[in-house]
């Protein structure tokens, strides 16, 4: 062991293990999150606590099995972390020093006024043509988690579906019409 000292030597190690196990590693988690940099941080969470334990313990001994196992357990633990995002609490843009505004707050203060009656219309019939685009299944889950009150799990066990992928499948519907239904928004503020 010519001039590496054995901090250096374990460094080196861990870097080639890195390196080795990076790319594989990373299509593990890949398939299993429903974004590239949810992934990248669950990854990079791997690899901090695979260093941080090979510091102190030298006995890992099946290295990437142990990551694997870590990955797995890392991306449970983000999906029961994980809230589900409701479309009603959707933030409308405002101006960046007013109050964020809610979906939910243009629909209750439209209820108040009768003469909004006729802007509520087209606020449901815009929500209705842009569900109508949405993929089938995506839809099914925002309309029974949104409109008739479900929870995820619920939905799973009804569906026969793995809870990820219903909560997957309520994520993509989410950002579908929250892109969808923009420029009806920007119009409602603009009133």
Do not use: C
């Amino acid at each position: 062991m010519s001039n590496h000292t054995v901090s250096e030597l374990k460094t080196e190690q861990l870097n080639t293990t890195i390196h080795r196990e990076k790319g594989k590693l990373m299509t593990f988690i890949s398939g299993k999150m429903p974004s590239v940099q949810d992934a990248e941080d669950i990854l990079q969470d791997v690899f901090f606590e695979f260093v941080e334990t090979s510091r102190e313990d030298d006995t890992i001994e099946q290295v990437a099995s142990w990551l694997y196992r870590v990955a797995k357990n890392k991306i449970t633990d983000w999906y029961r972390k994980r809230k589900p995002e409701r479309f009603v609490n959707t933030i409308i843009s405002t101006q960046p020093d007013d109050e964020p505004l809610l979906l939910t707050d243009i629909l209750a203060s439209m209820e108040i006024q009768a003469d909004d009656k006729m802007l509520l219309g087209l606020i449901s019939e815009q929500l209705t043509e842009a569900l109508e685009l949405l993929p089938e299944k995506q839809k099914d889950v925002f309309v029974m988690h949104e409109l008739e009150g479900l929870s995820l799990k619920h939905i799973a066990r009804v569906t026969n579906v793995p809870l990820k992928t219903v909560i997957s499948r309520k994520h993509y519907a989410v950002s579908f019409l929250r892109e969808n239904l923009r420029e009806l928004y920007n119009e409602l503020l603009n009133q």
